[in-house]
């Protein structure tokens, strides 16, 4: 056999093991290396992880972990670890999986609609590493509110309900630091004016939207409200809400579970900051997570010379309203009545 020949066998078949490795190696690269049946699912990977904490994350969705490996050794992925919510889709191969380890999906984190303060944390907890504790713990820090003006009481006013994107491994601190920069953004120069025109501070206007919103679910009866309250604080009479007696009992209680449909004579002279029949002014504190509405219902009050409002039996869900004590208490006796004959207790 000449030599010629022997050269172009052995180069054949040089050429033929390369393309069977290279057949094998892109095989590893690109093939699908998933093993759970869902579209799409998240991982997550806590602060302070390294290679091995996410070896073991991903051992449950990953077919062939030495094909994963050897990519991600490729591309320096176990010395580069990040910590986050990570986006897995069914049939990535590889180099998709690695990269999308690479990629910190954020949370979007709504919220409203929220009682108090340790409901709010348990809520937040629930969506990102901070826990809750951790998170109260931020937000009541005592340099951090005085620096913005809030106390224990208030500092719930802090956060605007909406649909906020954040990192799944964000710090409570930077979580805190993030919703105050989104309360100035909030109260803008505008907004603040408009509660200064009303007598009231962004808190102030936050506590007094807390009772609006949890008067009524009525969005365009909202201004009314707002109305009805900012006459009786310009004459120094008590606000005599009922949902800030029932915040007092459920405070009280230490249950804020609890369903109340109606307040007694003896919850009415009950003893605390909260009892706005007892106390002239607002209470301390937001009695809820106002939304949108009920603070642009305060901040563009109807005018109006209602003095007295109560749950309508006519139009359900919504009030009647009164300019005297003599038309109100018509109203309420509908309302009292019409309850009592359906037997609620509580």
Sequence with gaps: MSLKKIITIVAVAVISVLMIYGFILINKIFSSNTKFEEKELYVYVPTGANYTDVKKILEPYIKNFDNFEMVASKRSY?????????????????????????????????????????NFAGRVGSEIEADSLSLLKAIKDSTFMAQNGFNEDNVFAMFVPNTYEIYWNTSAEKFRDKMIKEYHKFWTDERIAKAKKQGLTPVQATILASIVHKESVKKDERPRIAGVYLNRLRLDMPLQADPTVIYALKLRDNNFDQVIKRVFYNDLVMKSPYNTYVNVGLPPGPIAMPDITALDAVLNPEKNDYIYFCASVERFGYHEFASTLAEHNVNAKKYSDWIASQGVTR
């Excluded at 889709?89 to 999308?100: E, Q, S």
């Design 78 to 118: 176990p010395e580069n670890v990040k910590s986050g919510r990570f986006l897995l889709k069914k049939d990535m191969n590889n180099i998709d999986l690695v990269r999308a380890m690479r990629s910190n999906v954020p949370v979007k984190l709504a919220f409203n609609n929220q009682e108090r303060l340790e």
